[in-house]
């Protein structure tokens, strides 16, 4: 496992945010979607001012897991969005914590860093008296939902999510604590 630590992320960081989020969308994504579509999303939804007022959303908290890679300085290689109450985007459970985000760069793959940013989630949510995570993940990400399975999330519905104007489908998982 990697030399890590895990960050809250602040508002004077959103620069930082948002480009670990274009470069890790780019890298998940950028097979299975179009440049162009891409580009939209990272307008609409990955702008400075869209990230600056999440980042300020009381019920929502970003996070930046930073790992120290041969005998480098430690860099953000991934980052995490939670959200509870009126910031989830879809379920709207007092009882639940959503993680809407959590991803890692390609170069910081299989090194624990994914499992070390969920166990955190799951302690977060323990902490604010949660009784389950729940998240949405892209039906064709066939990485990342071999990776919630293991993590021990079961599927329980559907929604749709909008990547810049192509309507996808995201499947439902939670984990009961």
């Given at each position: 496992m990697a030399n890590s630590n895990i960050k809250k992320c602040s508002l004077e960081q959103v620069e930082t945010l948002r480009n670990l989020a274009i470069e890790t969308y780019y890298e998940t994504f950028s097979d299975t979607n179009s440049e162009?579509?891409?580009?939209?999303?990272?307008?609409?939804?990955l702008n400075i001012e869209?990230?600056?007022?999440?980042?300020?959303?009381?019920?929502s908290e970003?996070?930046?897991?930073?790992s120290k890679?041969?005998?480098?300085?430690?860099?953000?290689?991934?980052?995490?969005?939670?959200?509870?109450?009126?910031?989830?985007?879809d379920v709207m459970d007092?009882?639940?914590?959503?993680?809407?985000?959590?991803?890692?760069l390609k170069a910081f793959l299989s090194q624990g860093l994914g499992k070390q940013m969920m166990n955190f989630s799951i302690?977060?949510?323990?902490?604010?008296?949660?009784?389950?995570?729940?998240?949405?993940?892209?039906?064709s990400n066939f990485p990342a939902l071999a990776f919630y399975k293991k993590m021990g999330f079961?599927?329980?519905?559907?929604?749709d999510f909008d990547m810049g104007g192509d309507i996808q489908t995201d499947?439902?998982?939670?984990k009961v604590l």
């Open positions: 162009a579509l891409l580009q939209k999303y990272f307008q609409e939804s869209k990230l600056s007022a999440q980042l300020q959303e009381p019920h970003f996070y930046f897991i930073y890679a041969d005998k480098q300085q430690m860099t953000p290689a991934g980052f995490l969005k939670l959200n509870i109450d009126d910031a989830q985007t007092s009882t639940a914590l959503e993680v809407e985000k959590i991803y890692i302690d977060r949510a323990i902490q604010q008296d949660k009784k389950y995570l729940w998240l949405g993940v892209w039906e079961e599927q329980f519905g559907a929604h499947l439902m998982f939670k």
